[in-house]
Nanobody, 116 residues
């Protein structure tokens, strides 16, 4: 079992930046990858970025250049740095962890609102 707790969401003006954090606990040594997803009102949950235990990263094309995913293994925490935020980035952002067994876990989500 893995528990994930997101933080760092909030209200930010267009053009601003935020850094989201995802603290993992439990069977952390079994984690193969961590990822961030987001779900806007009335829309399906979509992938934002992935980072593997080896440090490889993947970003969806629409967000490349504006987001950076990273992971601090010592702190068992993954981060999502977001820049040049737009109103359409408003969503609940979820942290995801996939174990080497392919079992997946989700955090409770953190709200990001981009508005002036």
């Amino acid at each position: 079992q893995v528990q994930l707790v997101e933080s760092g969401g909030g209200l930010v003006q267009p053009g601003g930046s935020l850094r989201l954090s995802c603290a993992a606990s439990g069977s952390i040594f079994s984690i193969y990858s961590m990822a961030w997803y987001r779900q806007a009102p009335g829309k399906e949950r979509e992938l934002v970025a992935i980072i593997t235990s080896g440090g490889n990263t993947y970003y969806v094309d629409s967000l490349k250049g504006r987001v950076t995913i990273s992971r601090d293994k010592d702190k068992n925490t993954a981060y999502l740095e977001m820049n040049s935020l737009k109103p359409e980035d408003t969503a609940v952002y979820y942290c995801n962890a996939v174990l080497r067994s392919s079992k997946a876990f989700w955090g409770q989500g953190t709200q990001v609102t981009v508005s002036s």
